[in-house]
């Protein structure tokens, strides 16, 4: 595991598997946008996770169907109120490694495999939208604008998100994520999107405005300062 760290308050850590990606940051992930009422702002346990997503077949898709994981300050620090005396091994890694920086005003945790550019940029939008007001605002403009001109396909869209398990209040948010990072197969796939040269406007946009904000943090990682950016190379040992 790799953590990096942009901008001062962007915390990118990077996976090599999936199980190390999710094992590390499902619950505070769930804490904070689960749709289940028995998951979103409370405090659970692995096995009560378990319980609320596991069919009566004994199946469960969670663990390897999230592949980015994004948690913003307020939702880590309640979630690690009340779990910091329970951590599991995976968890306490990343709370060590946040430690030194868990008093700052704004800070956001994202999370990828290794190497997934398309998921870095796609959390990377969740952090911008949250601790970037200039960037909010903009994707709002662009939001509005999708939805006024395009009602059916926003429609759509926003449905299926919370099909898929997003709360409410997060969904303007996802739209932008999704839209401004990923391809376009996996969006018309994914969303029923038959007729994508319709909205290419709109998702131009999207893509625009984050690579305006995003240059200088992803795409241009070497050109960072040196005291902006902190590599923390092989934790992986810290898992066993």
């Not at 749709?35 to 659970?44: A, G, P, S, T, V």
């Not at 199946?59 to 109120?81: E, K, Q, R, T």
């Not at 005396?85 to 920086?101: A, C, G, N, R």
Request: net charge negative.
């Amino acid at each position: 595991m790799n953590l990096t760290v942009i901008d001062g308050n962007i915390f990118l850590f990077t996976f090599d598997t999936q199980k190390e990606l999710v094992l590390s940051l499902f619950r505070p992930q769930e804490f904070y946008e689960s749709e289940n009422k028995k998951l979103y702002n409370k405090n659970f346990t692995f096995f009560e996770f378990l319980d609320e997503n596991i069919d009566k077949d004994g199946n469960i898709n969670y663990f390897s169907f999230w592949n980015g994981f994004n948690i913003p300050d307020i939702a880590y620090l309640n979630w690690l109120n009340f779990n910091k005396e329970s951590l599991t091994s995976y968890e306490d890694v990343i709370f060590q490694e946040m430690k030194p920086y868990l008093e700052l005003e704004e800070f956001y945790i994202i999370g990828t495999i290794s190497g997934d550019e398309e998921t870095i940029n796609h959390e990377m939008a969740h952090a911008l939208f949250k601790l970037n007001k200039s960037y909010r605002n903009s994707v709002y403009t662009i939001t509005a604008k999708f939805e006024l001109e395009h009602k059916h396909i926003f429609n759509r869209i926003t449905k299926h998100l919370k099909q898929l398990g997003y709360r409410h209040d997060v969904i303007e948010d996802e739209v932008q994520a999704y839209f401004s990072a990923e391809n376009e197969d996996y969006l018309c796939d994914e969303f029923g999107i038959n007729n994508f040269n319709e909205i290419r406007p709109i998702v131009e946009q999207y893509r625009n405005t984050l690579r305006q904000y995003n240059v200088n943090l992803i795409t241009e990682l070497t050109n960072i300062k040196e005291n902006d950016i902190i590599y923390s190379n092989n934790l992986t040992d810290k898992y066993s």
